[in-house]
């Protein structure tokens, strides 16, 4: 009998331990130790901070969910992880031993790096569910009293979709409120230029992104470095490409959301072999960590290095599409040890498995499912069977319907809009899925 434990449940640890768990054997155990019993979408959160959602139509009671699936859940919360000991400490005070352990504790959001920054300082945040309440607040304000909006991220960050995205919800909610020409909008980012996304840019995306900003009226600041933030008012040094200053910014603001940068959790930073110094988890191509081989990590808590260089730091976004065949990639990889080796990754014998193979294979596997859907004419229409892990996921582009019925590639059985399987890994602005 193994003991596998999942450290955290949200977007990445809640599919990470269904799939473990159909992966283990009749004999072994799964738990989950999460903070609290409630998993939040996190991509609907700005959805959420206009009003578009309630926070409780982006929740999910995990109790009922794990308990129907045999998976004992610890909403404790971890205080420290041991990896030398096998063990966690929870914030109770008492502790969970593990023989594998998977780690999904998402991002620390490091506001206290910016002077005023953050939903306890001025500006607002869509990171967390509660975070986006509290924005709907400040949102009303707004279109009580219009003023000047500033949008974005600050150095550090690594998150860039949701900004993007956040401003241009914010223009249409305003102008569905009839007070967009009465608010100016900024965007402002530590980017070297609109649309870099921590990835050098993804096919034309500066063009796409410049144009629609434009579009909108939304003006622009890049390779921006927030210096502080006062209640009414930002404060940012845009730089030189080499790095030097070329200008500063004052930026009057009656409301501002501007993402933090992220970093580790406490419960895990620090642990000599485990973590980058920045609080993330190093793995190795098979999501396992190098110095403590019966840890593994998936999601937003696990360190990629950046694609290059740039002047401002900025790092590379883990997407739910990542996020999805890191988990997949992760189950294959514990599943072949349960199944009794102990050998090193790359020994023979033991299939290991990375993320990227983990994609190829799923991908392959769910367009031969939709191949043979489509040879048999149920391509659409009533009685047709979407591939589980397509329709588990996103939501349609078009009508927004969550878990649609949905093709791979094809399209959403409720209003047949079109949804390729490739999209859902960026941020689709307004769609609210991953
Ligand atoms: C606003 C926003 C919108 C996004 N939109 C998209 C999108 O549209 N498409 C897309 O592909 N990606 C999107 N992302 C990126 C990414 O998919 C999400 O950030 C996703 O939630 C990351 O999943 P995760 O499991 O790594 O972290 P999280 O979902 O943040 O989950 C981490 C979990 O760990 C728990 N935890 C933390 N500390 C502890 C502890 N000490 N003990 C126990 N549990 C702990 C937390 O409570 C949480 O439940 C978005 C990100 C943000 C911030």
Known sequence: MSHVVVLGAGLGGTIMAYEMKQKLRPEDKLTVVTLGTQYS?????PWVAVGWRQPEEIAVD??????QRGIDLRP???KRVEPARNRIELNDGSSIDYDY??????????FDEVPGLGPDAHTQSVCQTTHAVQAKAAFDKLVRTPGPVVVGAVQGASCFGPAYEFAFILDAALRQARVRDRVPMTFVTPEPYIGHLGLDGVGDTKGLIESALRDHHIKWVTNARVTRVEPDKLFAEEVNDDGSLKTTHELPFTFSMLLPAFRGVPAVAGIEGLTNPRGFITIDKHQRNPAFNNIFA???C???PPVGKTPLAVGVPKTGFMIESMVT???????????GSSRRPSQAGTRFVSPTSATTASLSSRSRRFRRATSTGRRRGAGCTPPRSASRSISCARCGRARAKLFTKISCSTCSGSRSSRTFTSNLPNDGGI
């Open 101 to 110: 352990l998977i780690i999904a504790t998402g991002p620390d959001l490091a």
């Open 76 to 78: 404790e919360g971890a």
């Open 302 to 304: 696990v360190a990629i």
């Open 298 to 300: 998936i999601g937003v």
């Open 62 to 67: 995990l109790v009922p969910a794990f308990k």
């Open 41 to 45: 979408f996190v991509p609907s959160n």
């Open 329 to 339: 990639a992760t189950a294959e990889n514990i599943a072949s040890l349960l199944k």
